[in-house]
């Protein structure tokens, strides 16, 4: 007799459906059931949140649409990036459009290079946290930490070249850090220079 090839062996699980109190009867075979109860979406949700939430808390992100916002960026540059390498390596739109996006993400600050379209690829929402206003403030030893920077700002102490900023969501660019300062009436400004020795004697009449 002519030898036949193994059949699968089929199990019966019953899977309970969150949305009806009913359970589902679903057919697998005993491999498609081994891999179902190795993966759970509910816990790949839940670790994502973990993930999302230590970050909104690293950066101390009040509105986490701002969060989502920064992905979505992350998303369409990853997109675009994708598209430009499809093309010929010597195309000249490719190269043009390759320099316009590397220099503009470099110039907002999220890149530290301009020489590769696979660092665009791989950008994270993370990189356009940390050019957020509390963040640059605490790199800069304006504040200690960025909840304390975030305070200064909402009081309105803080100003990016002539004007002034009060929302911490606020983006700085690479060009524009340089300008990033305390207000001329801020207390903090006076502390500082009165600490340093350089507070002159007309502010402080």
């Not at 690293?58 to 598209?83: F, P």
């Not at 640059?136 to 975030?150: C, D, G, Y």
């Amino acid at each position: 007799p002519t030898a036949r090839s193994p059949q699968p062996s089929v199990c019966l699980e019953i899977v309970h459906s969150p949305a009806t109190s009913h359970p589902d009867l679903q057919l697998f075979t005993l491999a498609e059931t081994h891999n179902v109860r190795k993966v759970s979406l509910y816990q790949w949700k839940g670790d994502d949140n973990i993930r999302v939430a230590k970050i909104l808390r690293r950066y101390h992100i009040q509105n986490r649409e701002d969060y989502v916002a920064y992905t979505h960026i992350c998303g369409m540059v990853t997109k675009l990036s994708n598209k430009l390498k499809t093309l010929k390596p010597d195309d000249p739109f490719r190269i043009a459009m390759t320099d316009q996006l590397l220099d503009k993400l470099y110039n907002c600050g999220i890149l530290t290079t301009t020489k590769s379209l696979q660092k665009a690829e791989e950008i994270t929402a993370s990189a356009i946290c940390r050019r957020r206003l509390p963040i640059v403030m605490v790199r800069m030893k304006m504040a200690q930490t960025p909840r304390l920077a975030i305070t200064f700002i909402e009081q309105g102490q803080v100003r990016v070249g002539p004007n002034v900023v009060t929302d911490p969501a606020f983006l700085v660019t690479r060009g524009m850090e340089d300008f990033v300062t305390w207000v001329d009436s801020s207390k903090v400004k006076r502390t500082v220079q009165k600490y340093n020795d350089k507070l002159d004697d007309f502010d402080m009449m």
